[in-house]
């Protein structure tokens, strides 16, 4: 009898047997931390159970809970693996632990000074590796730097437990730091800045006065950072400051972009007072807190950023909200529940675009790029299914600079690994983009409430209202959901929510009325229920939802206008003693689709039996039944592209640049139905007028099928399977499959699929299928071939697996991921690791694209001073002569520059970097994009080089330097015939040009009381516009000498230069002094003799013409404390 573990700090942890192949999951708990998972494998799938696992169960235990996420801290945890018997597992297991955040080490690990020595005794094998002696280890997991929710995942033997660790806050003393700053300048002449952008000066903007004849200006400014407790046992962080741009990014993080390529630094960094705002609040008290600044409300997203627990979207699906806002939000949580509040008063417009894979790693943009606000993107992978894509599989929450950055040529997303089409199902993959615009105009306000609570040990109730005044896209939703915990493995779940909200057009950009005339909104109600059952060897889910024609959540896996219904079920007949004993099972699936919009409906229901007489052979055979009933064809966007209610918008893969103007927005997806927005042809059958593949409306389907797979494992890494499904009603109608998987590591293989079907698509019945055009029956044309390979790691979900090496002093792990974009290679050995991958999509029928895929990444670490790594993608699209599809000659289509024809698709990142000594460190990459087009267009390329240096003086730190070379190029020309049809914004768009830029910054700290630093900058830029080519350069050098003559007194000395060809040459020279009047009060006077203002070049000195006024506070947490003799030295003791 299995026995839940409790620790000292009330951490519960539950078991869960998972069975079925849609991820069955325990009835959930706020509070619940670790689970357990028997048995990975599908009882309904092909491999079926892989014999009896000497690992049975696993258990684990943590010291304590709610840990201060100050990157030292260890939660201690207590690994326990169980055999069947109930026993501790004995001799030596391999234990493959990973964390979503943190980092691993072993009890009494040592240090050096280049790192912790974390002890994993197998760094090939993604992941961290100990040893459990007899059924038993210890492990420390060290805590991240901000507060956040951390996901564990334990696995040995072929069992998994997962949990989560909660690390809130650090109890910190107080820690302050500030100045305030105000300045008055007087020139006889009135010096017109050569730029008005004052990013690089700091020039103080905020608050500020000037004269009315230029001459005489003053201004103010004041920055500040605290942190620290208050009454004891609160923690206060509160930042501001008054220069700060008022739209700057949200969720602001250290951009590996920005900036130089290399600091020569290792150090492990964090970020805090996350704020799109000048100002940042927040007050924690365990796991409650009221902040304000930048705040995010989805599921995975929350959790990530530090924001507290919110409903999992298996509780609360219908009702989920996903937004990125600047606003106020108040949590309470503890181990019974939550309640969160939030409110923003913004003119933020939400908007959700989602477009296939296609094998490449990017770049995919949005449609409304330009008015995007940065950083708050919310991006996930989610999967189909591929005989009805409304139908969500999966969906997996990505981080950014994680699984994602962003291209430095127009800031388009690219993803550390290629997103390919289709996963090894043959199920589509697609890119679901959740983000803010600026829609501009007056703010509104946008705010709401959510909340769980658990009543007694069997009951959890929960709910949610937002509401979203914006007066183009209103948006009010309720929900209201209760699950009873009938066992520890059973459950029963309701859910009902309402929405009301505005309809979209399809351009993602106008807000339009419904059809129904006069109805300015729409409402609409959905409502789900849910059964489950996880046991050891019975589980079984079933699930019945609807929703209104209007009902419209775009977090929400239901859509509106749906009936569904399904049932998994798996039932093991007998417990397996031994590895030999022979095992049965039964297995049936089924699920029901009805569309109200189209009148459409599709039945699809499976039942088997299995049996595995060994542990390594196992038989199915069953049955399994289509039924699908044709529509009218409304609300799919199958024969006319239906209205989009709002958020939504149209997703873009670009095979050129220049956002939505030159992007493929024609694959476009419906989030709703998976299936394309625009009917032009691409991917459609246009024989019969829909998507093959689609399962809803538009052809009609019935038949019934016998089925058998096979399963056969020579050894314990690698397997062969088959399978065949032949029509009862047609012989010539049958599908076939062989597969091949081969596990190279614990938790990685290698696997290939090839299918071959003719008849027995979705689309296709045993009776043919009817011509929309004649309404005669026609013999089913239908014959597909679908071929899949590649790499499989099983990481965790949402997991990271960096392991902690360092090239000395120069950058860590995840530095050099940042700087390569590469993540999760497949681990040769301990210095070399590789990714590749394939893909080769067909249409079936008809016209439409047809695509092929191929890359190649590849790491190699030879030692502690070199990293060489890159990748390669290649994709061939081919538009097979659909008529919709310009030449770029005009004639069809030429008047949707967007439809390129047929291309080809080149993208490499290549990343060299070297330790060359102790003090030195260099860097070099380069990203080529290149779009190789077989029409009259020319090609377009953009390539940008970047080489740079760091040179840290690591023995007395008196000199640092700090260097870069860039070179950017970019071809993008339209067709002569088209230039004349563009406007002034898209001229900007596909605008050709070379750049060159040079920087160098150092500072100089000879001794005590002399500092020199200096910079040297330049840039060569060519455009080439349509008229002809312009050139503009411009270079500068300056320094700064400054010396202490007392310790009150200091001079400095300054001179810039910069000059341009073509341009008078202009100098900046003068002096300052300045004069210490009390601790760390500054009065500064200086006179410029000449001057000028170049705000991009000086980085920071004053430049002006003329004499002027600085004065400078600093003040820190001791500011109010003078009066205390522990704080000033000064006073009597």
């Known amino acids: 009898m299995f026995q839940k573990a409790t620790s000292s700090d009330k951490l519960r942890f539950s078991r869960l047997y998972l069975a079925l192949s849609i991820g069955l999951v325990a009835a959930p708990s706020v509070n619940a931390q670790f689970r357990d998972v028997a048995a990975e494998v599908p009882l309904g799938s092909a491999i079926g159970r892989q014999g009896v696992q000497e690992v049975d169960r696993i258990q684990v235990s943590v010291e304590r809970d709610s840990l201060p996420a100050d990157g030292q801290t260890p939660a201690k ?183 130089y390529p290399v600091y020569g630094d290792a150090s492990i960094t964090g970020f805090e007072a996350r704020s799109n705002s000048r100002l940042y609040l927040r007050l924690d008290k365990d796991r409650h807190y009221l902040m304000y600044g930048d705040i995010t409300t989805g599921d995975g997203f929350s959790q990530r950023v530090g924001q507290g627990s919110v409903a999992s979207t298996q509780v609360r699906d219908l009702g989920q909200y996903n937004r990125g806002l600047t606003g106020v939000r108040a949590h309470l949580e503890n181990d019974n529940g939550y309640l969160d509040v939030f409110a923003s008063d913004d003119n933020l417009r939400q908007v959700v675009e989602e477009f296939p894979g296609r094998g490449l790693s990017g770049p995919y943009t949005v449609s409304n790029s330009s008015r995007a606000v940065l950083g708050s993107e919310r991006i996930e992978l989610v999967v189909r299914d591929r005989h009805a894509p409304s139908r969500i599989i999966s969906v997996k929450q990505l981080a950014r600079f994680t699984d994602y950055s962003f291209e430095p040529f127009s800031g388009r997303i690219l993803f550390n690994l290629p997103v390919p089409s289709v996963d090894e199902a043959l199920n589509p993959v697609s890119v679901r983009i959740t983000y803010e615009i600026d829609q501009g105009g007056k703010t509104f306000w946008v705010y709401g409430v959510s909340g769980q609570y658990r ?322 029956r026609r013999p089913s044309p239908y014959e597909t071939n679908a071929f899949v390979f590649g790499l499989d790691t099983e990481y965790m979900e949402g997991g990271t697996v960096f392991s902690e090496y360092r090239m000395y002093d120069a950058f860590s792990a995840r530095q050099a991921q940042w700087a390569s974009g590469l993540r999760n290679l497949w681990h040769i050995s301990e210095n070399l690791s590789v990714q590749t991958g394939f893909e080769r999509l067909q249409i079936l029928d008809g016209q439409g694209d047809s695509a092929t895929a191929a890359s190649v990444s590849a790491e190699w670490r030879p030692d502690e001073l070199w990293l060489v790594n890159g990748r390669v993608e290649w994709r061939r699209t081919e538009t097979n002569g659909f008529p919709g599809y310009g030449t770029g000659t005009g004639g069809a289509g030429a008047g949707n520059v967007w439809q390129v024809g047929d291309y080809d698709s080149w993208l490499s990142i290549i990343t060299v970097a070297r330790k060359l000594s102790r003090d030195w460190t260099v860097l070099a990459r380069n990203y080529y994009l290149l779009n190789k087009y077989d029409g009259a267009r020319k090609d377009s390329y953009e390539n940008r080089f970047q080489a740079g240096f760091a040179y840290r003086d690591t023995d007395t730190n008196r000199l640092n330097v700090l260097g870069k070379y860039e070179y950017w190029t970019r071809r993008d020309t339209l067709p002569s015939d088209r230039w004349n049809a563009l406007t002034e914004s898209q001229l900007e768009l596909s605008n050709d040009y070379d750049k060159h830029i040079v920087s160098i910054h150092a500072d100089w700290h000879p001794s005590r009381t002399w500092w020199v630093s200096g910079r040297v900058a330049g840039k060569q830029q060519t455009n080439y516009l349509k008229e002809a080519p312009s050139r503009y350069n411009a270079y500068m050098v300056g320094a700064r000498l400054t010396h202490d003559i007392t310790e009150r007194w200091d001079i400095s000395l300054m001179s810039y230069g910069m000059w341009s060809p073509g341009s008078a040459t202009q100098y900046a020279l003068g002096a300052e002094v300045g004069y210490l009047i009390t601790s760390n009060l500054w009065l500064s006077a200086g006179y410029n003799v000449r001057g000028f203002r170049a705000d991009d070049l000086t980085a920071g000195e004053y430049t002006n013409q003329g004499a002027y006024l600085r004065l400078r506070f600093k003040f820190d947490e001791n500011l109010f404390n003078r009066g205390k003799s522990a704080i000033n030295p000064a006073l009597p003791r």
């Open 455 to 776: 009543l007694g040990t069997a009951f959890d109730v929960g709910g949610g209202y937002v509401k979203d005044e914006n007066p183009l896209a209103p948006f009010q939703m309720g929900s209201v959901n209760a699950t009873w915990n009938i066992s520890d493995r059973t459950w029963l779940r309701g859910e009902y929510a309402r929405t009301r909200s505005a309809v979209n057009s399809v351009s993602g950009n106008v807000y339009t009325l419904h059809a129904q005339p006069g109805q300015q909104q729409v409402e609409g109600d959905a409502w789900r229920a849910e059964f489950g059952h996880a046991g050891q060897q019975f589980s079984m889910l079933a699930w019945y939802g609807e929703s209104d024609n209007n009902f419209n959540n775009p977090a929400s896996s239901y859509l509106g206008g749906r009936r569904q219904a399904g049932l998994d079920m798996g039932w093991l007949l007998g417990r397996p003693t031994h590895e030999s004993t022979p095992a049965w099972r039964i297995f049936s699936r089924a699920n029901w689709i009805e569309d109200k919009y189209s009148n459409s409906e599709r039945t699809q229901a499976q039942i088997g039996l299995g049996y595995q007489p060994n542990s390594k052979f196992s038989l199915e055979i069953g049955a399994n039944h289509v039924s699908e009933h044709a529509g009218n064809g409304l609300g799919n966007g199958l024969s006319i592209p239906g209205n989009l209610t709002a958020p939504f918008g149209v997703g873009i893969v670009s095979p050129g640049f220049g956002g939505g103007f030159y992007g493929d927005s024609y694959t476009a997806l419906n989030p709703y139905t998976g299936q394309n927005i625009y009917n032009t042809g691409g991917g459609w059958s246009t024989g019969y007028g829909s998507w093959v593949g689609n399962g809803l409306a538009g052809v009609p389907v019935e038949y019934s099928a016998l089925r058998l797979g096979l399963t056969y494992r020579p050894t314990d890494r690698f397997e062969l399977n088959a399978e065949a499904e032949q029509d009862l009603s047609n012989s010539e109608h049958r599908r076939a499959a062989l597969g091949a998987a081969l596990r190279v590591h614990e938790k990685t293989r290698l696997y290939g699929r090839y299918e071959w079907n003719t008849g027995l698509s979705s689309v296709a019945t045993s009776d043919g299928v009817i011509d929309p055009a004649t309404g005669q």
């Open 77 to 259: 945890l207590k690994i326990e693996l169980f055999s069947a018997e109930g026993h501790h597992v004995q001799g030596d297991t391999v234990v493959t632990l990973q964390a979503s955040n943190g980092r691993f080490q072993l009890p009494g690990a040592n240090s050096d000074e280049f790192g912790l020595l974390v002890g994993d005794i197998d760094s090939v094998t993604p992941g961290f590796q100990i040893n459990a002696k007899n059924g038993v280890a210890d492990v420390w997991l060290l805590a991240p730097v901000e507060p956040q929710q951390v996901d564990v995942q334990v696995v040995a033997g072929g069992s998994v437990a997962r949990g989560a660790i909660t690390f809130v806050p650090e109890l910190r003393d107080m820690l302050a730091v500030g100045l305030v700053e105000g300045i008055i300048s007087f020139d006889r002449k009135f010096v017109q800045p050569a730029r008005p952008d004052d990013g690089f000066e700091e020039r103080i903007n905020s608050w500020s006065r000037t004269s009315g004849d230029g001459k005489r200006h003053a201004a103010l400014r004041t920055a500040f950072f605290l942190k620290g407790k208050v009454k004891g046992d609160a923690l206060l962080t509160m930042a501001y400051d008054s220069d700060k741009p008022d739209r700057d990014r949200m969720f602001r993080d250290l951009d590996p972009e920005r900036w």
